[in-house]
């Protein structure tokens, strides 16, 4: 059971109490829909061929990959790059503590 309410804190506890490290290869490796493991490479081509990918997207991103489980679209931006860079501070700091 964490102790604290606040988000960050319940974080930093289960790092500290497991010694958990944040690795940039694992790193959203889990599916957002069905928690599935892993990703195979989409061409530009094939993810517009299934009509799920916003057309600006197919204009700017060259990579895309689907979830090995559930076959749900994926690609690289901002969002992602934000959240590695985020949690990869976030973990650093706990490690030192």
């Not at 600006?56 to 679209?73: S, Y």
Request: aromatic content about 10%; some cysteine.
């Amino acid at each position: 059971v964490v102790s604290s309410d606040e988000p960050k804190e319940q974080l930093q506890e289960v790092v500290s109490r497991f010694g958990i490290s944040l690795s940039p290869a694992d790193f959203m490796m889990r599916c957002a829909v069905c928690n599935g493991h892993g990703y195979d490479a989409v061409s530009r081509e094939e993810a517009a061929a299934r009509g799920d990918c916003p057309p600006r997207i197919l204009e700017t991103v060259e990579e895309f990959f689907a979830c090995k489980r559930c076959k749900k679209l994926y690609w690289e931006g901002p969002k992602s790059n934000g959240s590695l860079e985020h949690f990869t501070q976030l973990f650093e700091t706990f490690n030192r503590q």
